[in-house]
T-cell receptor
Framework: GENVEQHPSTLSVQEGDSAVIKCTYSDSASNYFPWYKQELGKGPQLIIDIRSNVGEKKDQRIAVTLNKTAKHFSLHITETQPEDSAVYFCAASGPKTGGSYIPTFGRGTSLIVHP | DSGVTQTPKHLITATGQRVTLRCSPRSGDLSVYWYQQSLDQGLQFLIQYYNGEERAKGNILERFSAQQFPDLHSELNLSSLELGDSALYFC????????????FGPGTRLTVL
C-alpha cells in the first residue's frame, strides 16, 4: 500500500519568514495530493491540493509543488503569520477498487510562527 | 465551518462498553469517510460509505462497524471498548466518486477509562 513520509515533524519560524514542509510517497499510481491544516480542537481543513498532471499550484501565500519522478511534493508558505500556526498534513491518494480515493496521510508537521 | 457535523463532541466511557458516533455530511455529499486520529498512529482511514453502501475499508477493527442511512447520515459503532480505542474520530464527506476533496467534521473525542 501507499506510504507517505512527512518532514519535519516540527517547524518553528519567525513571523514573515517562509516555511517549507516536504512529503514523499511510494505508490506511483497516486495522482492526488491534498494538504490539510488542523488547528487545535478542530478537524483537518483542506487548504490546497494538486493533481499529478500539474507541477505547481499557488493560492495567495500558499504553494504546492509536485515532482512525480522523485515521488515528492512540498508545501510552501510565504510571509508566515501567527495564525498560520497549526499542524499541517500531507496526503497521497489514487484510484482504488470501486473508484474510491482513500488518502494516506503523513504524520503531520507542527508549524509554530513566532510574532 | 466545513458543513459536516459530528455528535457528540466528547465521550467518556469505560472499557467493555459500546458507543455510537454520529455524522451528518455536507448537504449534497453522498460519500462519508471515518478516520481515527491518535498520537501514535496519526490519521488512519477506517471505512467509507457511498450512498448507503460500503465502498472501501481500511484498518477498521472487527469490534467497530458503521452504516450510512437513507438520509445519508452515518454512524460509527465501537464495541467492547479498550483503553487503546481512546482517540479522536473524524468523519469526512465528499460530493461523489471519483471526487477527491474531503471535508472533515470537528471530530468526536473518545476517552475510554
Amino acid at each position: 500500500g501507499e506510504n507517505v513520509e512527512q518532514h519535519p515533524s516540527t517547524l518553528s519560524v519567525q513571523e514573515g519568514d517562509s516555511a517549507v514542509i516536504k512529503c514523499t510517497y511510494s505508490d506511483s499510481a497516486s495522482n492526488y495530493f491534498p494538504w490539510y491544516k488542523q488547528e487545535l480542537g478542530k478537524g483537518p481543513q483542506l487548504i490546497i491540493d494538486i493533481r499529478s498532471n500539474v507541477g505547481e499550484k499557488k493560492d495567495q501565500r500558499i504553494a504546492v509543488t509536485l515532482n512525480k519522478t522523485a515521488k515528492h511534493f512540498s508545501l510552501h508558505i510565504t510571509e508566515t503569520q501567527p495564525e498560520d500556526s497549526a499542524v499541517y498534513f500531507c496526503a497521497a491518494s489514487g484510484p482504488k477498487t470501486g473508484g474510491s480515493y482513500i488518502p494516506t496521510f503523513g504524520r503531520g508537521t507542527s508549524l509554530i510562527v513566532h510574532p | 465551518d466545513s458543513g459536516v457535523t459530528q455528535t457528540p463532541k466528547h465521550l467518556i466511557t469505560a472499557t467493555g462498553q459500546r458507543v455510537t458516533l454520529r455524522c451528518s455530511p455536507r448537504s449534497g455529499d453522498l460519500s462519508v469517510y471515518w478516520y481515527q486520529q491518535s498520537l501514535d498512529q496519526g490519521l488512519q482511514f477506517l471505512i467509507q460509505y457511498y450512498n448507503g453502501e460500503e465502498r472501501a475499508k481500511g484498518n477498521i477493527l472487527e469490534r467497530f462497524s458503521a452504516q450510512q442511512f437513507p438520509d445519508l447520515h452515518s454512524e460509527l459503532n465501537l464495541s467492547s471498548l479498550e483503553l487503546g480505542d481512546s482517540a479522536l474520530y473524524f468523519c469526512a464527506s465528499s460530493v461523489a466518486l471519483p471526487n477527491n476533496e474531503q471535508f472533515f467534521g470537528p471530530g468526536t473525542r473518545l476517552t475510554v477509562l
